[in-house]
C-alpha cells in the first residue's frame, strides 16, 4: 500500500510518500481502507518530537510509529477474530491514539476505537471529528462539568478543537464567547457563538463579563489572566495541544505545569485536558452530528502525496477549523 512514512524526526520534508506493507488485522482489530484522514497538532508534534520528553516514548532517536496520522474515516475491508460489532463493509471513523498510521490506504484499528460514521457527513468531515471533537467534548463535558445557562469562554474558537467546541457548548445549552482573529471573527458567529472577541483589538480577560468555564485551547495568555475572565467558582480547563509556538510546545506545557501547581492554592478549579481514543465519545459525537448539532469545519483538503505541504500549512498557524487528507 501507499503510506506517508517518517524514520527521522524533522520538518515535513522528513516524511516521504513509500510502499510498505499493509497491515493484517490481528484479533479484536479491524482493518480499515483509508477515505480520509485529518490533520491535529499532535501529527506535527509527533513529526518533531517535540517536546523532548516525548521522545521516551514516541522512541528516542527516531519515531517507532513511521507512518504519521490519528484521525481517519473509511470502509472495512476485514475483520480478525474475536471482533463482535463491526463487519466488512461498514463505514466508520476513529482515532489510532498514539500508535499513529492513518496516512495511508490502509490502517488496523482496535474494533473499541471505531464507530459507525455519522450518516450525514462526508468521509471528509467524519475523518475530522475524533480527536478534536473528542477533546471538545471532554474539555466541556467530563472536565468541565458545562450546564445548561453557564457562560464558557473558548480561546481559541476558530481551530480545529475550538470550531466544534463552540457548537458542543451551545448544543449543551451554554451562552458562548469565542476568542479568535479579525479574520474568523465571521466564521465562529456562525457556528452560534454569543459573543465574538477578536483578540487583535479586544482582550476579553479585561471584559467585565465573567464565564462559568474557559476552555484554553491557545497557551499563550497567563494563568492570571485566563482566571480574570472567570467568576469565583469557575472551571479553567487547559489544553496544550493547540498552537505551533516557534518550532516549540514549550509554552502550553509550562503553562499546565505552573496551572497544575496553582490549582493547589486558588478557589478555582484549574484543570488539564488529556485525550484518549473511545468509542463512547466516538458515538456521541456521531449522535450530535446525525442530528445537527454538530459540523466539521474543513478549511483544506490535501491528497496523500502532500501531506507535507498540508503540515507546512497546520504548522504555520494559517490553518483555520479542520485540514483534511484525501486518500
Not at 470550531?163 to 479579525?182: D, E, I
Amino acid at each position: 500500500m501507499k503510506a506517508v512514512v517518517q524514520d527521522r524526526y524533522g520538518p515535513p520534508e522528513t516524511l516521504t510518500l513509500a510502499d510498505v506493507a499493509a497491515p493484517v488485522p490481528a484479533a479484536g482489530e479491524v482493518l480499515v481502507r483509508v477515505e480520509a484522514a485529518a490533520l491535529n497538532a499532535y501529527d506535527w508534534h509527533a513529526m518533531r518530537g517535540d517536546p523532548w520528553m516525548a521522545r521516551l516514548t514516541m522512541g528516542p532517536a527516531r519515531p517507532r510509529a513511521r507512518i504519521r496520522g490519528r484521525d481517519f474515516a473509511g470502509r472495512v475491508e476485514t475483520v480478525g477474530a474475536d471482533v463482535r460489532r463491526v463487519r466488512p463493509g461498514d463505514s466508520v471513523f476513529g482515532d489510532l491514539g498514539d500508535a499513529n498510521g492513518a496516512f495511508a490506504e490502509y490502517v488496523c484499528v482496535p474494533e473499541t476505537s471505531v464507530a459507525p460514521k455519522p450518516a450525514n457527513l462526508t468521509p471528509q468531515q467524519a475523518a475530522a471529528l475524533p480527536l478534536a471533537g473528542t477533546t471538545a467534548l471532554m474539555g466541556l463535558c467530563d472536565v468541565g462539568r458545562v450546564e445548561p445557562g453557564h457562560r464558557v469562554l473558548i480561546n481559541g474558537a476558530s481551530g480545529g478543537v475550538g470550531t466544534l467546541a463552540v457548537q458542543l457548548a451551545k448544543a449543551l445549552g451554554a451562552t458562548v464567547t469565542g476568542v479568535c482573529s479579525t479574520r474568523n471573527v465571521g466564521l465562529v458567529r456562525s457556528l452560534g457563538a454569543d459573543h465574538v472577541v477578536d483578540y487583535t483589538h479586544e482582550d476579553f480577560a479585561r471584559e467585565t463579563r465573567r464565564h462559568e468555564v474557559v476552555l484554553d485551547l491557545v497557551g499563550n495568555r497567563s494563568l492570571t489572566a485566563l482566571r480574570r475572565a472567570l467568576t469565583p467558582d469557575g472551571t479553567l480547563v487547559l489544553s496544550g495541544g493547540g498552537v505551533y509556538h516557534g518550532g516549540s510546545l514549550i509554552g502550553p506545557v509550562w503553562l499546565i505545569a505552573r496551572g497544575r501547581l496553582l490549582a493547589h492554592f486558588v478557589r478555582h478549579r484549574i484543570v488539564t485536558l488529556t485525550t484518549a481514543p473511545s468509542r463512547q465519545h466516538l458515538d456521541t459525537l456521531r449522535a450530535h452530528a446525525e442530528a445537527g448539532r454538530l459540523t466539521p469545519v474543513i478549511d483544506r483538503t490535501y491528497p496523500l502525496h502532500e501531506v507535507p505541504q498540508a503540515i507546512r500549512y497546520l504548522e504555520g498557524e494559517h490553518a483555520r477549523a479542520k485540514v483534511v487528507i484525501t486518500v
